[in-house]
């Protein structure tokens, strides 16, 4: 499918450029105050949308209220989104006080469509056509069949395809993607070993293909965001995937934070002991991905019987809380969550981390750690890449 077959995003600057971009690793994800007047157009535009986007409708004054902005200037961007078909005027508010009822106004939530990618499961890629909520309307999956290199590439490629197809007349709003590996803030897949991927410039790539923005992260640093969106995860908060390998997503007052090599989460290929342990893919002796990947837990549960399936969990999570420890108390983070199969990871494994990160940290500030499982399943980074899309076109999550 060419370029021009794709229905792409509205051509105004400030709802799509038709160029890719992302999200700048230093912003905030939810504009909470307004900014300098020459900072400030394209901020109060994000502020008026963000509160729509969290509240639902509302009227121009109530927008007023909650932003601190001016009624004028609310009326102004309220008449420019408009135009835009981001928002609309559903009717007047019922009241019962004297006067003229306000006008309530919303996002137009049908007005476009998501499309996600998650490219991080072994097995094959999944996709998924979402609305401005972050709920899947449709689903396209593609095997992997051990493809690497361009192979893999013609997959995604194959897969963005087919969701364009879903998403029929509806326009675009962006296309996410989660991706394994380290992955810089241009979208360059700089190294993705599984897939024999480096120095892919997959978001290039697929912008040019398809004529949609495209936003793409590191399937952790989707999956966080994922959280942060959707699932309520705090401000400052660090959510461990676990699957084939094991990497982690971070937010800081809010930021996701990449690292100056954007390898930030890579904790996958730690040592975590001094007692060695099995020897890991990437050439080490007692990796975290050696105690705690899927596909090691499961033969290691395989070769034990009874209790000794609970010690088995009870080990691998004492390895994740010791991995834990020093980043929890050096950033001072209130939250970690756990993205995998909840019959693995919850109950003897999760405890066992949380108690060990409690263990060895300072109790009187990380003594009431929250640790928990992800309620977001299987859909976690498709959801992300969604949020990537919200955050980098509409300034929204």
């Known amino acids: 499918m060419s370029a021009s077959e794709v229905q792409r995003s509205p051509s105004r600057p400030d709802v799509a450029s038709t160029s890719a971009r992302s999200f700048a690793p230093t912003r905030a994800l939810r504009p909470k105050a307004k900014l300098l007047p020459e900072h400030a157009r394209g901020h109060n535009r994000s502020l008026v949308l963000q509160t729509l986007y ?24 309220v008449a420019e989104l408009i135009g835009d078909g981001l928002l609309e005027e559903l009717g007047q508010r019922e009241e019962s006080r004297p006067g003229k ?23 094959g890629f999944s996709g998924a056509v979402l609305d401005l909520d972050g709920h899947l309307l449709a689903r396209e999956e593609v095997a992997l069949d051990g493809s690497t290199g361009d192979a893999a590439l013609d997959r995604v490629i194959t897969l ?8 029929g007349p509806t326009p675009i709003l962006g296309l996410g993607v989660g991706s394994p590996g380290v992955v810089d803030l241009g979208g360059v897949v700089l190294t ?22 495209v936003v793409v992260a590191n399937d952790a640093n989707a999956a966080i965001l994922a959280e942060h969106g959707f699932g309520g995860a705090a401000a400052d908060a660090m959510l461990i995937k676990i699957g084939h390998g094991v990497g ?5 007052d809010g930021r996701p934070m990449y690292g100056s090599r954007f390898a930030a989460g890579e904790i996958g290929h730690v040592v975590v002991g001094t007692d060695g342990g099995e020897v890991c893919a990437c050439g080490k002796r007692g990796c975290l991905e050696t105690w705690l990947s899927i596909p090691r837990l499961e033969r290691a549960l395989a070769a034990v019987q009874g209790d000794e399936r609970d010690r088995v969990l009870e080990q691998a999570g004492e390895r994740l809380g010791i991995a834990l420890a020093p980043v929890v108390g050096a950033l001072d983070l209130g939250e970690v969550i756990l993205a995998g199969p909840t019959g693995l990871l919850d109950g ?10 409690r263990s060895r940290t300072m109790s009187e500030f990380h003594g009431d750690l929250s640790l928990r499982m ?22 929204v999550s």
Do not use: Y
């Not at 969290?54 to 961007?77: E, H």
């Not at 982690?248 to 800081?252: D, I, M």
């Not at 992800?374 to 300034?395: C, F």
């Open 374 to 395: 992800s309620t977001l399943g299987q859909d976690i980074v498709l959801r992300g890449a969604a949020v990537m899309v919200l955050s980098g076109q509409l300034g």
């Open 160 to 167: 963005v395809g087919r969701l364009v197809e879903h998403a």
């Open 54 to 77: 969290r509240s639902g409708p509302c009227s121009r004054a109530d927008i007023a209220r909650t932003t601190g902005l001016t009624r004028v200037t609310v009326s102004d961007l």
């Open 192 to 213: 993705a070993p599984n897939l024999g991927w480096e120095g892919l410039p997959l978001q290039e790539t697929l912008h040019e293909r398809f004529g949609v923005p």
């Open 248 to 252: 982690a997503g971070l937010l800081l």
């Open 101 to 123: 009822p306000a006008t309530l106004l919303d996002l137009r939530r049908d007005a476009f469509v998501i499309l996600g990618l998650d490219l991080s499961e072994h097995s």
């Open 348 to 357: 003897p494994l999760a405890a066992a981390a949380l108690e060990t990160i």
